[in-house]
């Protein structure tokens, strides 16, 4: 039972334009959301987060929607530069559960020249 | 450096035997949590410590996997008797409360 999805296995983007990632979720009960990115042979790296009561998050180059209703959440990175080739996970937990998270299967994101 | 270290980054085993992997979380974080990361998937709950309690496993972590957090530091998983279906990236976060996870680089288990 998949309950976060992410069903893009890659995307490939030039540098300069944006990347969007997304995300869906079947359980209402989530309450927050993370992106993380994982080089090879690296943990995964913490990104951006939205909490429910937000539609919106930015940090710099990096911008995450959410939708509730469609339980859907993207992720945008402008503008794309090569080193933001990794794998991009979407993550999602329950407030008050320890940080507990469940992750969706990535997105394997490649910005080329 | 200060963050999450674990120990071995590999580690290749035959099918039947023990293996124990390290964690060190970074100082001051309460909280330590343990993943499993399989081909072509996220990773995935197993347990999580606050201080030396481990308040919660998975239903994936069967009997023949064990965890510890002695005096609320380090922690160690040890898994018997492997199995081929064992062969995964182990993956160790430690978060201080509710805040964000960081994760370790992982221990490569590979069950010949």
């Known amino acids: 039972d998949q309950q976060v999805k992410q069903n893009s296995p890659s995307l490939s983007v030039q540098e300069g334009r944006i990347s969007i990632l997304n995300c869906d979720y079947t359980?209402?009960?989530?309450?927050?959301f993370l992106w993380y990115k994982k080089y090879p042979a690296e943990g995964p790296t913490f990104l951006i987060s939205i909490s429910s009561i937000k539609d919106k998050n930015e940090d710099g180059r990096f911008t995450v929607f959410l939708n509730k209703s469609a339980k859907h959440l993207s992720l945008h990175i402008v503008p794309s530069q090569p080193g933001d080739s990794a794998v991009y996970f979407c993550?999602?937990?329950?407030?008050?559960?320890?940080?507990?998270?469940?992750f969706g299967t990535g997105t394997r994101l490649q910005v080329t020249l | 450096d200060t963050g999450v270290s674990q120990d071995p980054r590999h580690k290749i085993t035959k099918r039947g035997q023990n293996v124990t992997f390290r964690c060190d979380p970074i100082s001051e974080h309460n909280r330590l949590y343990w993943y499993r990361q399989t081909l072509g998937q996220g990773p995935e709950f197993l347990t999580y410590f606050q201080n030396e309690a481990q308040l919660e496993k998975s239903r994936l972590l069967s009997d023949r996997f064990s965890a510890e957090r002695p005096k609320g530091s380090f922690s160690t998983l040890e898994i018997q008797r492997t199995e081929q279906g064992d062969s995964a990236m182990y993956l160790c976060?430690?978060?201080?409360?509710?805040?964000?996870?960081?994760f370790g680089s992982g221990t490569q288990l590979s069950v010949l």
């Open positions: 976060a430690s978060s201080l409360g509710e805040e964000k996870l960081f």
């Open positions: 993550a999602a937990t329950f407030t008050g559960t320890a940080s507990k998270l469940t």
């Open positions: 359980n209402s009960m989530f309450d927050y």
